[in-house]
């Protein structure tokens, strides 16, 4: 386990981080690539989305585009003053909360996105799993996460750091989690077009 993948020590980073957060991240997950990700999703106007790890509300803006009925979550008090700052209360519903334990009843959203956030989860099966069952049956759930780098060099620093993984390892997880239906994307900035890997799940109906 990475030394980020432990909620003090992500919540203490974040705590720093936020404050240069929207001036650094352009750099890893640009708004082509999140209009890449959103690409594959089916959001109707109407539909009602959460954005687990919303962080500074870089995702949750992106969705807005589709549709106003928005919930973001995150574990960083931090983050979460800054996204409110940013987007304000209406139309989005910010809440403080753990992807491990989503503070939402079952089927609550049509579309579950999570995006920079899956790396910091101790157990990303148990939130993956969680993320099945708020989300309604027929829906969709997203999770933009880091992909595993190809240098033996870079993969020990990263798995030194937090979670890194390739398509593989997404299946393995999607499937513990409850999902048979998965697909997957790599995407990135110009200088690395596969820095991240992009999974696509729909919730079995």
């Given at each position: 386990?990475?030394?980020?993948e432990d909620?003090?020590r992500?919540?203490l980073?974040?705590?720093y981080?936020?404050?240069v957060?929207?001036?650094?991240n352009?750099?890893?997950?640009?708004?082509?690539m999140?209009?890449?990700?959103?690409?594959?999703?089916d959001?109707?106007a109407?539909?009602?989305?959460?954005?687990?790890g919303?962080?500074?509300?870089f995702?949750?803006?992106?969705i807005?585009?589709?549709?106003?009925d928005v919930?973001?979550?995150?574990?960083?008090p931090?983050?979460?003053?800054?996204?409110t700052?940013k987007?304000?209360?209406?139309p989005?519903?910010?809440?403080f909360?753990?992807a491990?334990?989503?503070p939402?009843?079952?089927d609550?959203f049509d579309?579950v996105w999570s995006?920079?956030s899956?790396?910091y989860?101790p157990?990303?099966?148990?939130?993956?799993?969680?993320c099945?069952r708020v989300?309604r049956?027929?829906?969709?759930?997203?999770?933009v996460?880091?992909?595993?780098?190809?240098?033996?060099?870079?993969?020990k620093?990263?798995?030194?750091?937090m979670l890194?993984y390739?398509?593989?390892d997404a299946?393995?997880?999607?499937a513990?989690?409850?999902?048979?239906d998965?697909?997957h994307?790599?995407?990135?900035?110009?200088y690395?077009p596969?820095i991240a890997?992009?999974?696509?799940?729909?919730?079995?109906a």
């Open positions: 386990m990475g030394i980020l909620k003090s992500a919540r980073f974040y705590k981080l936020s404050r957060y929207d001036r650094v352009p750099f890893i997950w640009n708004e082509r999140r209009t890449e990700a959103l690409d594959l999703l959001i109707d109407d539909d009602r989305v959460l954005d687990v919303c962080g500074t509300g995702g949750t803006e992106g807005l585009e589709h549709t106003d919930y973001g979550l995150d574990q960083s931090h983050q979460l003053e800054k996204a700052t987007l304000g209360d209406d989005v519903q910010f809440c909360g753990d491990e334990r989503l939402f009843a079952d609550s579309v995006s920079g899956i790396e989860w157990n990303p099966v148990s939130a993956l799993r969680e099945r989300a049956p027929g829906g969709q759930v997203l999770v996460g880091p992909n595993y780098p190809r240098s033996s060099i870079f993969q620093l990263a798995d030194a750091i890194f390739d398509a593989e299946d393995r997880m999607f513990e989690a409850g999902f048979d998965v697909e994307v790599t995407m990135g900035p110009g690395n596969e890997i992009t999974t696509v799940a729909r919730v079995p």
